[in-house]
T-cell receptor, first 114, second 113 residues
Framework: DQQVKQNSPSLSVQEGRISILNCDYT??????FLWYKKYPAEGPTFLIS?????DKNEDGRFTVFLNKSAKHLSLHIVPSQPGDSAVYFC?????????????FGKGMKLTVNP | DAGITQSPRHKVTETGTPVTLRCHQT?????MYWYRQDPGHGLRLIHY???????DKGEVSDGYSVSRSKTEDFLLTLESATSSQTSVYFC????????????FGQGTRLTVV
């Protein structure tokens, strides 16, 4: 049973527009959430994170929103750039539950068209 | 970039042979992880380590074993490689579970023929 779900396998947007990537989770013990970006033939790289005590975290063009009641988070990229084209993974951890593990979603491929 | 080196970067092996992948870190992080990435499955945890000689299974541990005799090295062994273990393998390190931001290596592409 998947605990972290990225239900859309791909998204295509125009350069300069907003990209919204969604992620749902089922485990109510998750209290820390991260987004990773992955280019082909490279390892995933950390992008942005959010703790469950917050509902928003912003870093430059990237903002993550957390809706705990809906067990949903989203990553907003504004404005989108062609270099943002990559696979994005949502991940979650139960830090207060003592877990040392990150659970990842299946990933979503973002394509930003010039 | 975090100091993580995976070796080899690419390997082709035959079914039934043992294979060992190595992850080496220079960050002195306590936690180390092995993931595999497959189309349609994302990143799945194979095994992880929370200290020297302390390891535990992840969600897809069957057919794999690990060892960690030093803080800096985490080895993943496929005891008898099968075609279903053809995948891209990523090592990751993390400072602590309270700050679970993991840093990943470049990956090892393993093909079992």
């Amino acid at each position: 049973d998947q605990q972290v779900k990225q239900n859309s396998p791909s998204l295509s947007v125009q350069e300069g527009r907003i990209s919204i990537l969604n992620c749902d989770y089922t485990n109510s013990m998750f209290d820390y959430f991260l987004w990773y970006k992955k280019y082909p033939a490279e390892g995933p790289t950390f992008l942005i994170s959010i703790s469950s005590i917050k509902d928003k975290n912003e870093d430059g063009r990237f903002t993550v929103f957390l809706n705990k009641s809906a067990k949903h988070l989203s990553l907003h990229i504004v404005p989108s750039q062609p270099g943002d084209s990559a696979v994005y993974f949502c991940a979650a951890s139960a830090t207060q539950g003592g877990s040392e593990k990150l659970v990842f979603g299946k990933g979503m491929k973002l394509t930003v068209n010039p | 970039d975090a100091g993580i080196t995976q070796s080899p970067r690419h390997k082709v092996t035959e079914t039934g042979t043992p294979v060992t992948l190595r992850c080496h870190q220079t960050e002195n992080h306590r936690y180390m992880y092995w993931y595999r990435q497959d189309p349609g499955h994302g990143l799945r945890l194979i095994h992880y380590s929370y200290g020297v000689k302390d390891t535990d299974k992840g969600e897809v541990s069957d057919g794999y074993s690990v060892s960690r005799s030093k803080t800096e090295d985490f080895l993943l062994t496929l005891e008898s490689a099968t075609s279903s273990q053809t995948s891209v393998y990523f090592c990751a390190i993390s400072e602590s579970p309270i700050r679970p931001k993991a840093f990943f290596g470049q990956g090892t592409r393993l093909t079992v023929v």
